[in-house]
Protein backbone atom coordinates (compact mmCIF):
# COMPACT_ATOMS: atom_id res chain seq x y z
CA UNK A 1 0.00 0.00 0.00
CA UNK A 2 1.34 3.36 -1.05
CA UNK A 3 -0.13 7.04 -0.02
CA UNK A 4 1.22 10.18 -1.38
CA UNK A 5 0.44 13.64 -0.02
CA UNK A 6 1.70 17.00 0.14
CA UNK A 7 0.62 17.91 -3.53
CA UNK A 8 -0.55 21.68 -3.95
CA UNK A 9 -0.65 24.47 -6.08
CA UNK A 10 2.37 27.09 -5.51
CA UNK A 11 3.79 30.14 -7.75
CA UNK A 12 6.77 29.62 -9.86
CA UNK A 13 9.85 30.13 -7.24
CA UNK A 14 7.87 27.98 -4.84
CA UNK A 15 8.08 25.08 -2.86
CA UNK A 16 6.32 21.74 -1.76
CA UNK A 17 7.33 19.05 0.14
CA UNK A 18 5.79 15.54 -1.09
CA UNK A 19 5.08 12.60 1.26
CA UNK A 20 5.00 8.73 0.38
CA UNK A 21 3.75 6.20 3.49
CA UNK A 22 4.54 2.56 2.48
CA UNK A 23 2.96 -0.20 4.27
CA UNK A 24 2.04 -3.96 3.66
CA UNK A 25 5.63 -4.07 1.63
CA UNK A 26 7.97 -3.36 4.64
CA UNK A 27 10.08 -6.47 4.16
CA UNK A 28 9.33 -6.77 0.28
CA UNK A 29 10.95 -3.78 -1.03
CA UNK A 30 13.87 -2.41 -2.15
CA UNK A 31 13.49 0.80 -4.82
CA UNK A 32 12.21 3.58 -4.55
CA UNK A 33 11.19 6.22 -6.86
CA UNK A 34 8.82 9.53 -7.22
CA UNK A 35 7.78 9.88 -10.85
CA UNK A 36 5.01 12.86 -12.61
CA UNK A 37 2.83 12.55 -15.16
CA UNK A 38 2.23 16.00 -17.37
CA UNK A 39 -1.25 16.15 -19.12
CA UNK A 40 -0.56 14.22 -22.70
CA UNK A 41 2.64 12.79 -21.54
CA UNK A 42 4.04 9.54 -20.18
CA UNK A 43 5.17 8.93 -16.89
CA UNK A 44 8.88 10.15 -16.07
CA UNK A 45 11.04 9.09 -13.21
CA UNK A 46 12.47 12.31 -11.30
CA UNK A 47 14.39 10.44 -8.33
CA UNK A 48 14.83 7.28 -6.97
CA UNK A 49 17.57 5.17 -4.91
CA UNK A 50 17.67 2.14 -3.35
CA UNK A 51 18.39 0.22 0.18
CA UNK A 52 21.11 -1.50 -1.20
CA UNK A 53 23.70 1.64 -1.48
CA UNK A 54 21.31 4.51 -0.97
CA UNK A 55 22.29 5.80 -4.62
CA UNK A 56 20.42 8.55 -5.78
CA UNK A 57 19.33 9.37 -9.32
CA UNK A 58 17.37 12.31 -10.58
CA UNK A 59 16.38 13.63 -13.76
CA UNK A 60 18.50 15.95 -15.28
CA UNK A 61 16.07 18.56 -15.11
CA UNK A 62 15.41 19.23 -11.29
CA UNK A 63 19.03 18.38 -10.28
CA UNK A 64 19.78 21.08 -7.56
CA UNK A 65 15.94 22.03 -6.99
CA UNK A 66 14.26 18.54 -5.92
CA UNK A 67 15.60 16.77 -2.83
CA UNK A 68 14.81 12.96 -2.72
CA UNK A 69 15.12 11.58 0.90
CA UNK A 70 13.97 8.72 3.07
CA UNK A 71 12.98 7.30 6.49
CA UNK A 72 13.22 3.91 6.17
CA UNK A 73 12.19 3.13 9.84
CA UNK A 74 9.07 4.70 9.26
CA UNK A 75 8.62 3.30 5.53
CA UNK A 76 8.17 6.68 4.44
CA UNK A 77 9.94 8.73 1.00
CA UNK A 78 9.58 12.43 0.84
CA UNK A 79 10.67 14.28 -2.37
CA UNK A 80 12.12 18.41 -1.69
CA UNK A 81 10.86 20.34 -4.14
CA UNK A 82 12.17 24.36 -4.34
CA UNK A 83 12.05 26.43 -7.00
CA UNK A 84 9.38 24.77 -9.01
CA UNK A 85 8.70 26.30 -12.29
CA UNK A 86 5.60 25.61 -14.62
CA UNK A 87 6.55 22.49 -16.28
CA UNK A 88 6.96 20.52 -13.43
CA UNK A 89 2.84 20.60 -13.02
CA UNK A 90 1.39 17.13 -13.24
CA UNK A 91 0.60 14.30 -10.70
CA UNK A 92 3.44 13.20 -8.52
CA UNK A 93 3.49 9.34 -7.90
CA UNK A 94 5.40 7.11 -5.80
CA UNK A 95 6.69 3.97 -7.47
CA UNK A 96 8.26 1.04 -5.36
CA UNK A 97 10.31 -2.07 -6.85
CA UNK A 98 10.48 -5.26 -5.30
CA UNK A 99 14.02 -5.80 -6.67
CA UNK A 100 17.57 -3.64 -6.46
CA UNK A 101 17.70 -1.08 -9.03
CA UNK A 102 20.09 1.70 -10.47
CA UNK A 103 17.01 2.89 -12.29
CA UNK A 104 14.07 5.68 -12.36
CA UNK A 105 12.33 3.68 -15.46
CA UNK A 106 8.64 3.48 -14.45
CA UNK A 107 8.00 -0.07 -15.72
CA UNK A 108 10.25 -1.81 -13.73
CA UNK A 109 8.22 -0.27 -10.41
CA UNK A 110 5.88 -3.06 -9.18
CA UNK A 111 3.52 -0.86 -6.78
CA UNK A 112 2.13 2.62 -6.81
CA UNK A 113 0.09 4.98 -5.15
CA UNK A 114 -2.72 6.97 -6.01
CA UNK A 115 -1.10 10.01 -7.00
CA UNK A 116 -0.83 13.91 -6.04
CA UNK A 117 -1.28 16.56 -7.91
CA UNK A 118 1.23 19.51 -8.17
CA UNK A 119 0.21 22.65 -10.10
CA UNK A 120 2.64 25.86 -10.35
CA UNK A 121 1.28 28.77 -11.83
CA UNK A 122 3.83 31.40 -13.44
Known amino acids: HVVESGGGSVQAGGSLRLSCAISGLTRDYSTIGWFRQAPGKEREGVACTNRHDGDLNYVASVKGRFTLSRDYANNMVFLQMDRLQPEDTGIYYC?????????????????WGQGTQVTVSS
Open 95 to 111: GVGRRTMWSCRPKLYNY
